[in-house]
T-cell receptor, first 113, second 113 residues
């Protein structure tokens, strides 16, 4: 069966520090991969999605970047965190075939102080 | 469309009553719709889906209705229970090469015991 791993679960980082969140998927090949951010009490904001290794689409301009060094690995990064980067970050995957749902990781709670 | 910056609307329902959560989708070309439930501090979980060639689909205590004429989707929960308290998102699958899943604003369901 397919599983998605996202870590760490919680993270407290000072302003100006770098960030690296990692997400890996098991049990499937060539998935679509997504990074979402969810501010407290708000909906899901799509940050990046990827349809293949090295292929990243950015949905909104921001202080973050994403990379996909391997087929089932998706990394969210920042060189210098801002206070506004605080939030709940979710990684998700879906298959490339038509009409499929997205499966989510458990999320990372990032607090920038 | 994206839900950035929007506070989640809240629906309060008495335990045992039926709940109806509504969602408007944006793309008339979408042909697959999904409802997700997100409990506090967790990633969204799949509840039920429906394809555009259907108007209604029933699951266990949940029913999804699709009205393509007005691009409207609803989730009905029968005999709402305290465990149903969560944020509910609808999502649409956009036709095209990348099958990107796009989420609606989300609705917070509060069940009153």
């Amino acid at each position: 069966s397919q599983t998605i791993h996202q870590w760490p679960a919680t993270l407290v980082q000072p302003v100006g520090s770098p960030l690296s969140l990692e997400c890996t998927v098991e049990g499937t090949s060539n998935p679509n991969l997504y990074w979402y951010r969810q501010a407290a009490g708000r909906g899901l904001q799509l940050l990046f999605y990827s349809v293949g290794i090295g292929q990243i689409s950015s949905e909104v301009p921001q202080n973050l970047s994403a990379s996909r060094p391997q087929d089932r690995q998706f990394i969210l990064s920042s060189k210098k965190l801002l206070l506004s980067d605080s939030g709940f970050y979710l990684c998700a995957w879906s298959t490339l075939t038509m009409n499929t749902e997205a499966f989510f990781g458990q999320g990372t709670r990032l607090t920038v102080v | 469309g994206e839900s950035v910056g929007l506070h989640l609307p809240t629906l309060s329902v008495q335990e045992g009553d039926n709940s109806i959560i509504n969602c408007a989708y944006s793309n008339s070309a979408s042909d697959y719709f999904i409802w997700y439930k997100q409990e506090s501090g967790k990633g969204p979980q799949f509840i039920i889906d429906i394809r555009s060639n259907m108007d209604k689909r029933q699951g266990q205590r949940v029913t999804v209705l699709l009205d393509k004429t007005v691009k409207h989707l609803s989730l009905q929960i029968a005999a709402t229970q305290p465990g149903d308290s969560a944020v509910y998102f609808c999502a649409e699958n956009i036709l095209g090469g990348y099958q990107k899943v796009t989420f609606g604003t989300g609705t917070k369901l509060q069940v009153i015991p």
